[in-house]
Nanobody, 116 residues
Framework: QVQLVESGGGLVQAGGSLTLSCTVSGNILSANDMAWFRQVPGKERELVARITKSGTPLYMDFVKGRFTVSRDNAKNVVRLQMNSLKPEDTGLYFC??????????WGRGTQVTVSS
């Protein structure tokens, strides 16, 4: 059974750092580009970063230079290192496959709150 479990969120002051982890079960990780998304109340879920099967990272402009996405297929984990956090980074962070056609049920996400 495919399952995504996000962890590592928390409360941090502006300028601080957090590392999020996404544990992927169900033997899908190595076959898929993966992505991190975030959602705030009242807004649609938005893409934050993507990492291809071969490990090439791609970032949205609003996190470029501050966030680093990585993957460890052997450990079934995708990570998001977040530095220089801003209050506008606050949200519920999720991981999932990149392609909509391969999308699996969403996990519960992990909450990131950045105080000013």
């Amino acid at each position: 059974q495919v399952q995504l479990v996000e962890s590592g969120g928390g409360l941090v002051q502006a300028g601080g750092s957090l590392t999020l982890s996404c544990t992927v079960s169900g033997n899908i990780l190595s076959a898929n580009d993966m992505a991190w998304f975030r959602q705030v109340p009242g807004k649609e879920r938005e893409l934050v970063a993507r990492i291809t099967k071969s490990g090439t990272p791609l970032y949205m402009d609003f996190v470029k230079g501050r966030f680093t996405v990585s993957r460890d297929n052997a450990k079934n984990v995708v990570r998001l290192q977040m530095n220089s956090l801003k209050p506008e980074d606050t949200g519920l962070y999720f991981c999932n496959t990149w392609l909509l056609s391969t999308r699996v049920p969403w996990g519960r996400g992990t909450q990131v709150t950045v105080s000013s």
